[in-house]
C-alpha cells in the first residue's frame, strides 16, 4: 500500500493557536501627576473702603462728643420760658432784658461786681421820670434755689434804670452761677406805669459763659403790690414781690 502522506501541519510552525500568545503592545500611560494644578494667588484685599468706613466712624463720634459738650455747657437767655437749671443758651425765667446763668431760667440782673440790690441803690431822690411805686427792690425765686433780686432806680430815657441779678446751682454740677444784667428806661412811663425797659446786658458773669443778655421789658404794677416783668418778645413774666 502506499505510505500516508506527512500532513502539511506535522512538520513546520505552530498554528498560532497552540504556539505562545503573541505579545499585545499598550500605549504607554503617562505618570498621573501627584498633586492637582497650584491654586492661584488670593487677590490682595482692597483696603480703601475699611479705611473710609473708619474715617467715617471717627467723625460720626466727634460730632457726638461735640454734641453732648455743648449741651452740657451752653448758656441760658434772658427769656422767661425755661427752668433755670436746664442749661440751654435760650433759657431763661427773667423777662426779657435779663439774661440767664448756664442753665436758669430768670437771672436777676443787678449791679456789676458787688452788686448791691438793697432798696437805697434805688436813687429816688433825682427826678420823677420813674413812678416811685416801681422803685427799690424786689425779689422772687424760681423753684426752690433760684433767686432773682431785681432793682429799679429813678433816672431819665436812656439812662440804667433797671438791675437784675441771678443766682443758683448749675445743673449737674456742684458749682453755682451768678449773673448780673442791666437795661435802660426806653420812654417816659404816665404816673401809674408800665415801665418800659431795652434789652439787657451782662455786666457780671460767673462764669461768663452762662450768661446771656435779654429782650426788652415792660414792667407793671398790680394792685396788691406786687411786680410783673414781661418779656415784650415772648410774652414770658416773672412776678416780684418788694422787699422791706
Same mark, same amino acid.
Given at each position: 500500500?502506499?505510505?500516508?502522506?506527512?500532513?502539511?501541519?506535522?512538520y513546520?510552525?505552530p498554528?498560532?493557536?497552540?504556539?505562545y500568545p503573541?505579545?499585545?503592545?499598550?500605549?504607554?500611560?503617562?505618570?498621573?501627576?501627584p498633586?492637582?494644578?497650584?491654586?492661584?494667588?488670593?487677590?490682595?484685599?482692597?483696603?480703601?473702603?475699611?479705611?473710609l468706613?473708619?474715617?467715617v466712624?471717627?467723625?460720626?463720634?466727634l460730632?457726638?462728643?461735640?454734641?453732648?459738650y455743648?449741651f452740657?455747657?451752653?448758656?441760658?437767655?434772658?427769656?422767661? =420760658?425755661?427752668d433755670?437749671?436746664? %442749661?440751654?443758651?435760650?433759657a431763661?425765667?427773667d423777662? *426779657?432784658? &435779663?439774661g440767664t446763668?448756664? +442753665?436758669?431760667?430768670?437771672?436777676?440782673e443787678g449791679?456789676?461786681?458787688?452788686?448791691?440790690?438793697?432798696a437805697?441803690?434805688?436813687d429816688?431822690?433825682?427826678?420823677?421820670?420813674?413812678?416811685a411805686?416801681?422803685?427799690?427792690?424786689w425779689?422772687?425765686?424760681i423753684g426752690?434755689?433760684?433767686?432773682?433780686r431785681?432793682?429799679l432806680?429813678?433816672?431819665?430815657?436812656?439812662d440804667?434804670?433797671?438791675?437784675?441779678?441771678?443766682t443758683?446751682?448749675?445743673?449737674?454740677s456742684?458749682?453755682?452761677?451768678?449773673c448780673?444784667f442791666? =437795661?435802660?428806661?426806653?420812654e417816659? %412811663?404816665n404816673?401809674r406805669?408800665?415801665v418800659?425797659? *431795652?434789652? &439787657?446786658?451782662?455786666?457780671? +458773669?460767673?462764669?461768663m459763659?452762662?450768661?446771656?443778655?435779654g429782650?426788652?421789658?415792660?414792667?407793671?404794677?398790680?394792685?396788691?403790690?406786687?411786680?410783673t416783668?414781661v418779656?415784650d418778645?415772648?410774652g414770658?413774666s416773672?412776678?416780684?414781690?418788694?422787699?422791706?
Amino acid at each position: 500500500p502506499q505510505p500516508h502522506a506527512t500532513p502539511p501541519h506535522a512538520y513546520g510552525r505552530p498554528h498560532p493557536a497552540y504556539g505562545y500568545p503573541q505579545s499585545q503592545q499598550h500605549p504607554g500611560l503617562a505618570p498621573t501627576p501627584p498633586y492637582g494644578p497650584a491654586p492661584l494667588p488670593a487677590p490682595a484685599r482692597d483696603r480703601a473702603p475699611t479705611v473710609l468706613l473708619l474715617v467715617v466712624a471717627l467723625i460720626v463720634a466727634l460730632g457726638a462728643g461735640a454734641g453732648v459738650y455743648a449741651f452740657l455747657n451752653g448758656s441760658d437767655g434772658d427769656d422767661l =420760658a425755661n427752668d433755670p437749671k436746664l %442749661p440751654s443758651p435760650t433759657a431763661s425765667a427773667d423777662p *426779657g432784658g &435779663s439774661g440767664t446763668p448756664s +442753665g436758669d431760667t430768670t437771672p436777676a440782673e443787678g449791679t456789676p461786681s458787688g452788686d448791691n440790690d438793697d432798696a437805697d441803690d434805688a436813687d429816688e431822690g433825682e427826678g420823677d421820670t420813674v413812678p416811685a411805686a416801681f422803685l427799690g427792690t424786689w425779689t422772687t425765686t424760681i423753684g426752690t434755689a433760684d433767686e432773682r433780686r431785681l432793682v429799679l432806680r429813678q433816672g431819665e430815657v436812656g439812662d440804667t434804670v433797671l438791675s437784675l441779678t441771678a443766682t443758683g446751682p448749675i445743673q449737674g454740677s456742684a458749682s453755682a452761677y451768678r449773673c448780673v444784667f442791666q =437795661a435802660e428806661l426806653t420812654e417816659v %412811663p404816665n404816673s401809674r406805669g408800665p415801665v418800659r425797659v *431795652g434789652p &439787657s446786658r451782662v455786666v457780671v +458773669g460767673e462764669p461768663m459763659t452762662s450768661c446771656s443778655s435779654g429782650e426788652s421789658t415792660t414792667l407793671t404794677l398790680h394792685g396788691d403790690g406786687r411786680l410783673t416783668r414781661v418779656n415784650d418778645a415772648t410774652g414770658e413774666s416773672l412776678t416780684y414781690t418788694k422787699a422791706g
